[in-house]
Each structure stands twice: as structure tokens, then as C-alpha cells.
């Protein structure tokens, strides 16, 4: 990484191109040092099917690069024009109801369809052929938040398509009716092309069915974008990424397993910015080695017709930019540059007014621009530490919560990334640097690993935190996780099924336990427990209980269990510590599994204040501290601290940070 990049997203072909010069100018006055164009021009590009010029986006480009402002090129497949789909909805995405989409918006196509696929590959091609060279262009992205306001296609097309998927899977009929036990409601196929795609029925679909849908669904999209890469390829040696948004529905691991970095859509407002924590965290391990962009947030309000957010006070962009490179990103993106006069995103905020005058975030992007130039010699020659704490983040989890959110009932709800995103939060909360890891991903440098909500646990997975654990890792596995099979199914022989061995636990009964006045006892504190419970028994004559569970239902039995293996440790928590209370004892499991693995990447933080750490290429240490609450707050420094940017030298003790401030010191 050679330098950081400040940028926003550009839209020339929405304004007269008279209008280029004096918007380069602008963003020159500013500092930016990239854009992003091209993921709503294909009318502009074909207007009429087959009659295709780039001729205005090389002019564009040409004008950029003589500005010294790197480009940001995306394929423009989110938005066909209306030629390609107008009179043939046989073209269009299709909803679990049966509802045809139409042109007007974006994502109404069906990428499904051969002829919109075709199309897409054709105008990606004649796009990169001809300007796939060019020297302004510093990265390309693929389409546009695949699945932002689309689900599941249902076009006939994409079910045809998930019938040859099965075949290929499972190979014969008779497998998939083994594994997905279809005899329960005179479910059996006798072919591949009888299994239906799960469009509505008098109540619900097997659970195998749904999920199995929702995962060749996510991996179609891939295999799209896959598509798009392998034109680009031809014609560019530039790094490709794709900005996803973590709850879309995308296999996100398998989205990146081509691409060359990783990038996030975000929009936190004030009051949740560990969102923002949470989406720097989760795309920084996704290509290690490889700095992840923030490739879109607002400038002061996200907007469109159906809702418009509060602005952000005085210093927040600031402290988003500042804390998303102390995590490791390379760059901040702005939607938008020019506020839109037309369409339906007209209360979302812009660094220009539609009149060209500076708008409400103006000197918000000015602040970052300072900000970024301070901290740019300190991170050019600086990396994010390596966490030693992580949560797993699980595509197939996800898509098994979705089909069936275990634990949840009216009054304790239960979804799948709120729930990771909590896990996340106590380390946070914590003063923990952390990662959230995919599944597939490796644990290298990992001392603590928590896995919650993920059904399956596979084979590889188990494989690789037996490892992890030998070697002297504790792996905390939380509420739900190992409670079913691959095919979402009810394991049979063992409530937890593998974890059941490995952790040496029986679990005696797997049951919901919230509202029935049950509690549980651990370090010394009781809090009730809610959700799905696995109440438990030790196996094994190593495995220690270290909560117990006061329940009608489940008396005497163990919510937490310990099991040493190896130099670690395995520890399963078997229901969710649940109020006050409960929020009190998580924070002491945390506290107490983090000490017992030797997590020492832990900062003395107060609530609000995030620690950045990072190392030099001399191997010292560098923090980023910032306020991201705007209460203020502390962290305290040991001896022989010294300010990054004045070289003073400081206390050791606390450093008081203002309102949205933040500071880089050398420790």
C-alpha cells in the first residue's frame, strides 16, 4: 500500500459534460484522489442493442487521469437498459410470489436468463477491450451490491439451473431423497426436475429444500460475477473487488475467493458505528495481505423516497475514516459526489448540492482529507497487528438461520448477523482487537476463537480447531452451534453431533428454554438464559462443569462446559446468558477465556473508544485511538509513549480524548 486513497463516487453522464472540468477542479480543491464511475451507464453506453460507444467515458477518463485522480471502474450489469427486457419478462427476476420485476429501478433482470447473461458478458467485454488499458483506472469493481434489493430469482431459468445444480451434487435422485429424508410428507422425487423451488405452499418447505435453494442460489451469483472476472482479465492487469454489504443474500466467502480485495458498503449513522467496526474487521482477513477498501458511506445522511437518516454530527465522517484505516482499509468513498436532481435517491446527501454549491457534508470531507494526510505516512509504512481473537462467520450458518432461526419466538427474535455482530460486540466492548473470520478462512495467529450460531460443523472446520486447540487455542462454541447436519437435518447421534465427542459433553436434551424461568450459575454470578438450550452432562473424565443450570425443565444439569485438549481448550456454552445479568456474566466469559489463552492485543478502553493497533515495518507498535461515540473517553498508555504525529512524549496512564477526536501513538 503506497498511499491512502479519499475518493467518491461520479456520475458525468448524468450532467452536461460541460460540467467535467469544474467537477474535477472542485474535487481537486478538496484532495480527493480517486472516483468511482460506471456501474448505472449501460444505456449510455448502448442506447440501442448492439450499438455501443465508450466514447464519452474515455474522454472522462482522459480528463481524470490528467488530474491525477485514480479511477474506480465498475461493469455496468446492475442496470440493463430497457431494451434488453422491455417486452420479454421471460428476462426478469422473478420473487418467491411469483412477482415479474420491470425496468425502472435496478436488479430487474434476471441473470439467469441466457440472453441477459449474454448481454452482460458482451457489454463487460466491449467495456474492458477498449478501455481495460487505460492509465487512469486503478481497480475495478464488479456490478453493484449484488442483491440489494433483490432476494432469491425464481425466474423459470434460474429453477431450471437449480435442477442440473442438484444432479451435480448429489449425483442420483435417490441420494438427495436419503439425505434430505423426503419420505416425511410424501415428499419423494423421482426426479431431479419435480424438486421445486421453494414458491409458496400451504405451510413450509423441508428445511433441507431451503436452504439448499438459498445456497445455489448465492452460489449462481458468484459464478456470474466469476464470469465477469475472467472477461476483465483479458484486458486488465488491475485488481478486482466487488462492494458487498454483509446482509445481502450472498455467500460472502465464496464472492471473494476470486477477486483480488475486498470492499464494504456501509452507512452507519451515530448510534451504530460498531457496525462500522464490525464490516472493517470482517473484510480485513477475507485476502490477507491485501488492504479492503470502504467503498461507499455518506457524507453526512444516507436518504432514498422511503426513508432519509439524521445527519451526522460535527466529526463522525471524520472518525469513520480515521478508524477504518487504522483497521486497515485504503481507502473512503463518498455516494455521492453531485446530489441527484432526478430519480429516487433525492434526499441522500452529496458532497455538491444538485445547484453546485457545497453541501452539509462539505467540511466533513474536508476533515477527512486533513485527517488522511496526517495519518498517511504512518500507514503506508505500518499493517493492521494480527488479532488473536476472531468470531466465525458462516455462510451456510446464515443460510440455515434464514431457512429456520433456532431459538427465536416472539419476544426473543433471532437472527443470524445480529447475533455474530453481538459476539463481535463483547470483544469490542472488551477491548479485544478482533477479527470475524469466515469459515474457510485459516486461524493463524488466533489464541480465542468464538463460534456462535453456525449448525453445521464440518469435518474441515472441526479438523482445523482441533489443530488450533492442540497447539494451545480455546475455542468457545456458543448457543446453536453444532445443533444440525449438511442438509440441515437433526443429527442422530449425538445432540450436538461431532462437538458432542470433541468437547466430551452428552447433551441430555436440546430444547427452547426462554420464558420458562430458568437460570444459570458461573463465576460466581446467576443471570436467566434464554434461546435454544443444549443442556448438558460430562462424557469425558477431563471435562469440567463450569455452570450449571437452576430450570424445571433441565434441572441440575450444565449450560458451560470445559474440556482441556492438548495445550488449549474446548468450551461450549449450551444457552445464552439472557438481561442484565446475563449481559454481566458473558462479559466476565469473555474476560475469563481471553486471560486463560493469553490474549494480550487488549486495551484499557473506556465504552466508546476503539484502539486501532498496528506494526511497523521496524516491528514497533503504533495505536490508532479513536472516539467513536462522541461522549469522549479514555485509554491508558504504558511508559514510554510517545504522540505518532508530534513526537511528544506522553504519560503513562490515561489519555483523554474530546468528542470525536482521535490520536496516533507510538507505544
Known amino acids: 500500500m503506497k498511499q491512502l486513497l479519499h475518493g467518491t463516487c461520479y456520475y458525468p453522464e448524468l450532467w452536461p459534460e460541460s460540467d467535467i472540468d469544474r467537477d474535477i477542479a472542485e474535487m481537486k480543491r478538496l484532495g480527493l484522489n480517486m472516483v468511482r464511475i460506471g456501474e448505472f451507464t449501460w444505456s449510455k453506453l448502448e442506447p440501442d442493442e448492439g450499438k455501443v460507444s465508450v466514447d464519452f467515458f474515455g474522454r472522462v ?18 442496470t440493463p437498459p430497457v431494451w434488453l427486457t422491455h417486452g420479454h419478462p421471460d428476462r426478469c427476476f422473478v420473487d418467491a410470489e411469483g412477482r415479474v420485476m420491470i425496468h425502472g429501478a435496478r436488479q ?22 477498449a478501455v481495460g488499458k487505460h492509465p487512469a483506472i486503478i481497480a475495478w469493481q464488479i456490478d453493484n451490491e449484488f442483491k440489494c434489493h433483490v432476494g432469491e430469482d425464481f425466474n423459470p ?7 442440473r445444480w442438484l444432479e451435480q451434487r448429489y449425483g442420483t ?4 431423497n436419503d439425505a434430505w429424508g ?5 415428499e419423494r422425487y423421482q426426479r431431479f426436475d419435480q424438486v421445486p423451488a421453494p414458491r409458496r405452499t400451504p405451510f413450509l418447505h423441508n428445511a433441507s429444500l431451503s436452504t439448499a435453494w438459498r445456497m445455489f442460489s448465492r452460489e449462481s451469483i458468484a459464478e456470474f460475477m466469476d464470469a465477469q472476472v475472467a472477461i476483465l482479465r483479458r484486458h486488465t492487469d488491475k485488481p478486482i473487488t466487488h462492494n458487498t454489504v454483509s446482509f445481502f443474500s450472498l455467500n460472502q466467502e465464496r464472492m471473494f475467493a476470486h477477486l483480488d480485495f475486498a470492499s464494504f458498503d456501509a452507512y452507519a449513522d451515530r448510534d451504530h458505528w460498531a457496525s462500522l467496526v464490525f464490516d472493517n474487521d470482517f473484510c480485513r482477513p477475507l485476502k490477507p495481505g491485501r488492504a479492503h477498501w470502504f467503498m461507499e458511506t455518506s457524507v453526512a445522511h444516507n436518504g432514498w423516497f422511503g426513508n432519509h437518516e439524521t445527519a451526522h454530527p460535527p466529526g463522525f465522517l471524520a472518525v469513520e475514516a480515521v478508524a477504518s484505516f487504522g483497521l486497515g482499509a485504503q481507502a473512503i468513498n463518498y455516494w455521492l459526489w453531485r446530489q441527484q436532481r432526478t430519480g429516487c435517491e433525492l434526499p441522500h446527501s452529496a458532497i455538491m448540492s444538485t445547484w453546485f454549491k457545497p453541501s452539509i457534508g462539505y467540511t466533513a470531507v474536508q476533515a ?3 485527517a488522511r494526510k496526517q495519518l498517511e505516512p504512518l500507514m503506508v509504512a505500518s499493517q493492521p497487528a494480527v488479532a488473536e481473537a476472531a468470531v466465525t462467520w458462516s455462510d451456510l450458518g446464515r443460510a440455515m438461520f434464514q431457512t429456520e432461526p433456532l431459538g427465536a419466538r416472539p419476544g426473543h427474535e433471532v437472527d443470524y448477523i445480529p447475533t455474530v455482530a453481538a459476539w463481535h460486540g463483547l470483544l469490542l466492548t472488551a477491548g479485544i482487537h478482533r477479527d470475524v473470520r469466515c469459515e474457510g478462512e485459516a486461524l493463524d495467529g488466533l489464541k480465542l476463537l468464538i463460534t456462535p450460531v453456525m449448525p453445521y460443523v464440518s469435518p474441515a472446520f472441526l479438523a482445523k480447531v482441533d489443530k488450533f486447540v492442540r497447539a494451545g487455542g480455546i475455542w468457545l462454541c456458543v448457543p446453536t452451534t453444532g445443533t444440525r447436519g449438511a442438509e440441515h437435518t437433526v443429527p442422530t447421534d449425538a445432540g450436538l453431533g461431532a462437538v458432542d465427542a470433541f468437547a466430551g459433553v452428552e447433551t441430555v436434551f436440546s430444547s427452547p428454554i426462554t420464558g420458562t ?5 458461573a463465576f460466581g454470578l446467576t443471570a436467566p438464559v434464554a434461546g435454544w438450550c443444549s443442556a448438558l452432562k460430562p462424557a469425558s473424565p477431563d471435562t469440567k462443569v463450569i455452570g450449571t443450570l437452576k430450570s424445571e425443565q433441565v434441572p441440575g444439569l450444565a449450560f458451560l462446559t470445559e474440556r482441556k485438549r492438548g495445550k488449549g481448550a474446548v468450551v461450549v456454552l449450551g444457552a445464552l446468558p439472557n438481561g442484565k445479568a446475563g449481559a454481566a456474566m458473558l ?7 481471553a486471560a486463560q489463552a493469553g490474549v494480550t492485543l487488549r486495551f484499557n478502553v473506556t465504552p466508546g473508544t476503539l484502539v486501532c493497533p498496528r506494526v511497523t515495518t521496524d516491528g514497533k507498535k503504533l495505536w490508532v485511538v479513536v472516539n467513536m461515540d462522541g461522549k469522549g473517553g479514555k485509554v491508558r498508555l504504558p511508559a514510554g509513549a510517545t504522540d505518532a504525529l508530534t513526537g511528544k512524549k506522553l504519560p503513562a496512564g490515561p489519555l483523554k480524548l474530546a468528542r470525536y477526536a482521535w490520536r496516533v501513538v507510538r507505544v
Open 173 to 176: 435422485i435417490a441420494k438427495l
Open 517 to 521: 424461568g430458568s437460570t444459570g450459575k
Open 108 to 129: 430487474h433482470a434476471s441473470y439467469e436468463n441466457p440472453d441477459v447473461r449474454a448481454a452482460c458478458l458482451r457489454i463487460v467485454e466491449t467495456l474492458a477491450s
Open 157 to 163: 431459468h434460474a429453477i431450471a439451473h437449480w435442477h
Open 368 to 370: 477527512v482529507e486533513a
Open 61 to 78: 477518463l482522459d480528463k481524470l487521469h490528467a488530474a491525477k485522480i485514480g479511477v474506480v471502474y465498475c461493469t455496468p450489469t446492475p
Open 587 to 593: 462479559a466476565k466469559f469473555v474476560a475469563h477465556y
Open 182 to 186: 423426503t419420505e416425511i410428507w410424501s
